[in-house]
C-alpha cells in the first residue's frame, strides 16, 4: 500500500550566494509594474521577482555586484537600493541551524 504523494517543494536560486534551496527559505524582492524594487514579504506580489537568504551577507553580495539589477531586468533607484540595504541590516550576519 502506497502512502500520500510527497508535496513538490518549488526550488529557488539565492542571487547573493547562487545556492539553491526550497522556496520558503528565501525573501523574495520584487520589481513592480511601476519600476520600482521592493522586498515582499508574503512572495505573492505581482512583477519580476527574485530571492536571497534572510542574511546581511547575501544581500550585501546582491546589493555590492549589481546582481539585483540584472535579475529584476531593471536599474534600480538609488532610493530603493538605500531601502534594500536598510532592511538587509535587520537581518542576521550568520546562518543559524534553521536555515
Same mark, same amino acid.
Given at each position: 500500500?502506497?502512502?500520500?504523494k510527497p508535496r513538490? %517543494?518549488?526550488?529557488? &536560486?539565492?542571487?547573493? #550566494? ?11 524582492i520584487v520589481r &513592480?509594474?511601476?519600476?520600482r524594487v521592493l %522586498?515582499?514579504? &508574503? ?13 546581511? &551577507? #547575501? ?17 534600480? %533607484? ?14 542576521? %550576519?550568520? *546562518?543559524? *541551524?534553521?536555515?
Open positions: 500500500m502506497k502512502g500520500p513538490h %517543494v518549488p526550488q529557488r &536560486t539565492c542571487i547573493g #550566494c547562487r545556492q539553491e534551496a526550497g522556496k520558503r527559505a528565501f525573501i523574495r &513592480t509594474p511601476e519600476q %522586498v515582499d514579504p &508574503t512572495g505573492k506580489a505581482n512583477g519580476r521577482g527574485a530571492y536571497l537568504h534572510p542574511l546581511q &551577507t #547575501c544581500w550585501e553580495n546582491a546589493l555590492k555586484r549589481g546582481t539585483i539589477g540584472y535579475a529584476l531586468k531593471i536599474t534600480p %533607484v538609488e532610493e530603493d537600493v538605500e531601502a534594500l540595504r536598510a532592511f538587509a541590516r535587520t537581518l542576521p %550576519v550568520e *546562518e543559524s *541551524e534553521g536555515i
